[in-house]
């Protein structure tokens, strides 16, 4: 008879918050951010695999955008995570019907560039150059009156962020 195999232990999930990074005194370094990708807890291999889907949604819609743009489009997804009218994931957010023309389009399945890796990053850290929003649109591309009947919190690049 064979033994049988132990069980592989996981990792444990750290829970996500949206709350600001705080010094603690007389803490030689400031706490690092905490990710803020979905409201449940959840493993390093899970967060890796909503970055890489925030960077290829990125890719797909501010490719040619700066990376404060780039940004703000990634800050745009999470902000929709954390709101209550929205699905509470990042890929609930990225695959509800209708969101996101490059989701319907094929783009979203374009490996992302390092640029578009590192601002799904640093929105995960907290950066949201958007001002809170949860409505982008390009103003040269969009006919959507529900979208231009928004107001606009900050506009950057091409696109406009709204509320």
Do not use: W
């Amino acid at each position: 008879m064979k033994p049988t195999p132990k069980p592989t232990q996981l990792p444990t999930a750290r829970p996500f918050t949206t709350s600001k990074p705080v010094a603690v005194s007389p803490a030689p370094k400031p706490a690092a951010a905490t990710p803020v990708a979905t409201k449940a807890n959840t493993s390093n291999a899970a967060v890796e695999k909503d970055v890489y889907l925030l960077a290829r949604l990125i890719y797909a819609e501010a490719r040619s955008e700066s990376s404060k743009g780039k940004m703000a489009v990634g800050g745009v997804v999470l902000n929709r995570v954390k709101h209550a009218e929205f699905p509470n994931s990042i890929s609930g957010v990225i695959y509800q019907p209708n969101a996101f023309s490059v989701v319907k389009d094929g783009q979203i399945n374009l490996a992302p560039d390092a640029a578009s890796l590192k601002a799904a990053r640093d929105c995960m850290n907290g950066l949201d150059p958007s001002g809170g929003s949860i409505f982008f649109y390009n103003p040269k591309k969009t006919k959507n009156k529900f979208l231009l009947s928004r107001k606009v919190v900050v506009t950057i690049g091409n696109h406009r962020f709204c509320k």
